[in-house]
């Protein structure tokens, strides 16, 4: 099983400002078939990346991924007040499917 | 639209058995797996396993193996989760995700997500 390692727990940022979440596995993952996903309280997650660097419908440009083998990237350029909540990484290259611990976003 | 929407919420008992339902509309139900996953209060997701909605065939994470029974309906486009012995520590909420996939290989990620249901273990 591949475990996902993410950093930091959490992430103090002012709206307008970058944010870097990172997203380490325990061994390489197939193809980069890495996932973001982002959750807000009492909400299912929602996909932003896949494939590791594709956003998914509908996402804005400001959210973008990056990485391959075993370290990913997730930034979000300029926050916005609607993207503080919790992130999540999911590697979907091997059985069984796992995710990270996640990254708690909050406003600073 | 192409949404995904769950039965309600369940209380049972330690021991009982539990069969959440997954009712997929606005797309074509066998072109797409449906993966569940769960999330203990204050948690995070922890993949349960998948059903092929085209031909039954499942893939459970190992913990899960021999208390998940994972199945599809196509007439009525919909999938299921049953859980069985419940123990306490089952209490968390249950999403449905559809889930491009052979069970060997998957892809794209989870793009569409039921709004989960509360599952409730206690005595």
């Known amino acids: 099983e591949i475990v996902l390692t993410q950093s930091p727990g959490t992430l103090s940022l002012s709206p307008g400002e970058r944010a870097t979440l990172s997203c380490r596995a325990s061994q390489t993952v197939t193809s980069s078939y890495l996932a973001w996903y982002l959750q807000k309280p009492g909400q299912a997650p929602r996909l932003l990346i896949y494939d590791a660097s594709t956003r998914a419908t509908g996402i804005p440009d400001r959210f973008s991924g990056s990485g391959s083998g075993t370290d990913f990237t997730l930034t979000i350029s300029r926050l916005d007040p609607e993207d503080f909540a919790v992130y999540y990484c999911?590697?979907?290259?091997?059985?069984?499917?796992?995710f990270g611990q996640g990254t708690r976003l909050e406003i600073k | 639209q192409v949404q995904l929407v769950q039965s309600g919420a369940e209380v049972k008992k330690p021991g009982a058995s539990v069969k959440v339902s997954c009712k997929a509309s606005g797309y074509t139900f066998t072109t797409y797996g449906v993966s569940w996953v769960r999330q203990a209060p204050g948690q995070g997701l922890e993949w349960m396993g998948w059903v092929n909605t085209y031909d039954g065939n499942t893939d459970y994470a190992l913990r899960f193996e021999g208390r998940v029974i994972m199945t599809a309906d196509i007439p009525t486009t919909t999938a299921y989760m049953e859980l069985r012995s419940l123990r306490s520590d089952d209490t968390a909420i249950y999403y449905c995700a559809r889930t491009y996939g052979s069970g060997d290989d998957y892809y794209y990620g989870m793009d569409v997500w039921g709004r989960g249901t509360t599952v409730t273990v206690s005595s």
């Open positions: 999911q590697q979907y290259g091997s059985s069984p499917i796992t």
